[in-house]
């Protein structure tokens, strides 16, 4: 996926140890390549220039032991396309690191807080990304809400310059397994992120049913 300009919050849930990825693109299908996560391990976001080895190699080396900045540093080290990247990570701990190449489309840019990482490509300003910190940090709730509020505060803000097409939530660990507690994508839609608070949604009123057969 060519410069998919991308939105995205990479977080951890210091109550559940629940780890996850929210993000929104101008281009399709956002969700099979950018966000990665895994239980108990780490989530990333790997963006602008995508590659997805930067997920799938940096999830290995963060289970093996690495730091989010160690893990970052390592698959830079060996990328000529670096600087075309941008990749966000945050481990089980909560420990973050960030990288935003300097070829990557303005506007660009990431912000660090305590257990979360937000960052985007090629949008309208940097509100966009410090909308997405504030509303993480005063939300409440399960860690895909607090993902959600982030997100949509984004979109709110002005949100990637070229539209909206995609957007994607997985959250994983939260129920203690190794698969996703949750992985919801809106691959191509109009209202990308309106969209994908109505399948959360959704899948929250269908839990709640299936919680209620089994009782």
């Known amino acids: ?66 730091s989010p900045q160690e893990a970052l540093e390592a698959m830079l080290k060996h990328d000529p396309e670096r600087e075309l990247r941008q990749v966000i990570v945050i481990d089980k701990f909560g420990r ?48 895909a809400e607090r993902l959600m509020e982030a997100l949509e505060a984004g979109q709110e803000a002005g949100g990637d310059q070229r539209g909206r097409v995609s957007a994607a939530l997985l959250v994983v660990g939260e129920e203690q397994t190794e698969t996703p507690v949750l992985d919801l994508r809106v691959d191509s839609h109009r209202e990308p992120v309106r969209e994908l608070r109505r399948k959360l949604k959704n899948y929250r009123m269908e839990k709640m049913d299936q919680n209620s057969i089994m009782r």
């Open 1 to 66: 996926m060519k410069n998919p300009t991308t939105f995205s919050i990479v977080a951890r849930c210091p109550k559940t140890l629940a780890l996850g990825v929210c993000v929104s693109s101008a281009v399709p299908a956002v969700g099979s390549r950018v966000p990665h996560a895994m239980a108990g391990v780490g989530a990333i976001a790997t963006q602008a220039y995508t590659n997805v080895l930067y997920g799938v190699k940096g999830l290995e080396l963060l289970k093996k032991g690495f």
């Open 96 to 143: 973050t690191a960030a990288f935003t190449g300097k070829e990557t489309v303005n506007w660009k840019g990431h912000l660090i807080g305590k257990d979360y990482v937000v960052a985007g490509n090629m949008l309208v300003e940097g509100k966009v990304i410090k909308a997405m910190a504030q509303a993480f940090e005063i939300s409440e709730g399960g860690l």
